[in-house]
């Protein structure tokens, strides 16, 4: 039997020109963090507050563009075509019915970008999130944890898992931009479990990556620390990957690979 919303009360904060955008969807296993291997379900959101310009270089449609390996989820003008509006809840409900019809376990659902929570007070968005808390999935959102959130108004986020991609200074970013110490200190109070996941490059390792990552940590010591290497082509990764690894020997962090570079290597990009 098909699903769908149940009426759900959400306070109304949303404007007439709102837009939230989905680029892509599909069925997957989690790469990253403390859910590596897990059968997921990736909504991936367009849009992201950071440019993270030191991340990577691509060549897209003759052009040259720097930042994360999910550009096409940040670049609208270039990937105007991946962008779908999506203008109500059940359209999100459709989607993750149609990843599930054949299976009879739950995956974890992944919301992911981009910056999803762009569209936290989102009225579509955050339905969807309620949707799926109320229905027992085990909900990610993996976030760069710069925007605040109002968790007392907004109380289904509360059942969230938060991974907290916080970008350090390899990202190309200010840290007045990237480091919102009040944003996490939110996410961590409110939430029953989240997590921290780091992107190290060697150079920052043997310069200051310690010393980053305990301002932004140090104060949340029952928190995971995850760190992986930077990089979305295996050759990259291997640049990187011991020196993370022994990295987190020495300091007692939690090393996590990225399974799906190791897998498919970089994503195709249109």
């Keep these: 039997m098909k699903r769908t919303a149940k009426s759900l009360v959400v306070p109304s904060m949303k404007q007439e020109d709102d837009v939230i955008y989905l680029v892509e969807h599909f069925y997957s296993i989690q790469g990253e963090g403390k859910f590596v291997g897990t059968p997921s379900i990736f909504f991936r959101f367009g849009g992201c507050n950071l440019k993270c ?3 990577g270089e691509y ?5 040259k563009v720097f930042g994360c390996d999910s550009i096409h989820a940040v670049n609208k003008e270039l990937f105007h075509k991946d962008w779908q509006q999506i203008r109500n809840v059940q359209e999100l409900i459709d989607i ?5 019809q054949y299976l009879d376990f739950k995956p974890h659902v992944v919301l992911t970008g981009g910056e999803p929570l762009l569209y936290w007070k ?8 309620e949707y799926l808390v109320d229905e ?29 991609a916080v970008k350090l200074s390899n990202s190309g970013e200010r840290y007045e931009k990237r480091v919102n110490k009040e944003a996490i200190a939110t996410i961590v109070t409110h939430t029953a479990y989240s997590f ?44 990187h990957d ?18 799906q570079v190791r897998l498919w290597n970089r994503e195709k990009m249109r």
């Design 53 to 55: 310009p030191s991340f």
């Design 59 to 63: 060549f897209v449609k003759g052009k």
């Design 96 to 100: 993750l019915q149609e990843h599930t």
């Design 122 to 129: 989102d009225e579509i968005f955050y339905t969807f999130i």
């Design 136 to 164: 027992g999935y085990i909900v990610t959102i993996e976030t760069n944890a710069t925007i605040l959130i109002d968790f007392d108004n907004f109380p289904a986020y509360k059942d969230v898992i938060f991974a907290m």
């Design 196 to 239: 921290f996941k780091f992107t190290l490059s060697r150079n920052l390792i043997e310069m200051r990556a310690y010393e980053e990552i305990v301002d932004i940590a140090g104060n949340y010591p029952e928190v995971e620390v995850f760190c992986m290497p930077l990089g979305d082509k295996v050759e990259i990764l291997r640049k």
């Design 242 to 259: 011991k020196a993370v690894a022994e990295f987190c020997l020495l300091y007692g962090f939690i090393y996590s690979d990225r399974l």
